[in-house]
């Protein structure tokens, strides 16, 4: 099985057995707020990982904790796609699509202008 299906699989799994231990049911517009807000929270939680406050003497990096904030992060993000009705195949072929775009933009062959790198 593909890794980003296998992915969207568990989060299904996972997403289905909270709401119903928690009898969670919301809109999408809802669920998309909530679990925004949630990757919005885990930023917070990675950005305190990699010694942005610069006022303050840095500390040694942990990589185990920013994998963790990351994947966090991949939680909420898959579990928003899902609730979107967007599936691993699809967000894939959108990321492939997207990715020819910002190359072509960092070349200035887009259409959208101001991009090009020079």
């Known amino acids: 099985m593909d890794k980003l299906e296998h992915i969207f699989e568990l ?5 289905n057995d909270l709401a119903k231990k928690r009898d969670l049911d919301y809109d999408l ?3 998309i707020q909530k679990e925004t ?6 930023l917070a939680e990675l950005i305190d990982e990699v010694n ?9 990096l942990n990589n185990e904790a ?25 967000l894939y072929q959108a990321y492939i699509e997207k990715n020819k775009e910002n190359f072509a933009r960092q070349e200035g062959q887009s259409m959208k ?5 020079k």
């Open 11 to 15: 989060q299904t799994k996972f997403d």
């Open 29 to 31: 517009s809802t669920w």
């Open 37 to 42: 807000l949630a990757i919005i929270s885990e």
């Open 52 to 60: 942005f406050k610069w006022w303050k003497n840095p500390k040694e």
């Open 66 to 90: 920013i994998k963790e904030e990351l994947v966090d992060i991949l939680h909420f993000f898959t579990s928003m796609c899902i609730k979107a009705d967007i599936s691993a195949d699809d």
């Open 113 to 117: 202008k101001g991009y090009e790198a």
